[in-house]
Nanobody, 120 residues
């Protein structure tokens, strides 16, 4: 399994922006999909966005369109989640995950998560 390490979380005021990073241990992720998920306090984990590594196809949860942007750097290899106009309800632990099958449905490697806290 590929090892994933998230970074970039922190405490930010509402209206601010953050860019989360997810760095993979493998240099080749060409067949993978990498996704971002989040778990808010007292809530179930929810899907945020995903990107196919080779072609860069993206998918977003309907509620995440507009303020969330997923991207990747093939060289590093690192996936990013840009979050703009942060709201207190965005407070959560954000996780990245890798799907070897490339199906956008079978995430089998997970990072430890990075905490995002948005103050009002």
């Amino acid at each position: 399994q590929v090892q994933l390490v998230e970074s970039g979380g922190g405490l930010v005021q509402a209206g601010g922006s953050l860019r989360l990073s997810c760095t993979a241990s493998e240099h080749t992720l060409s067949s993978y999909v990498v996704g971002w998920f989040r778990r808010a306090p007292g809530k179930e984990r929810e899907f945020v966005a995903a990107i196919s590594w080779r072609l860069g196809f993206t998918r977003y949860a309907d509620s995440m369109r507009g303020r969330f942007t997923i991207s990747r750097d093939n060289v590093k290899p690192t996936a990013f989640l840009q979050i703009d106009s942060l709201k207190p309800e965005d407070t959560a632990v954000y996780y990245c995950a890798a799907d070897r099958s490339g199906s956008f449905r079978s995430y089998d490697s997970w990072g430890q998560g990075t905490q995002v806290t948005v103050s009002s």
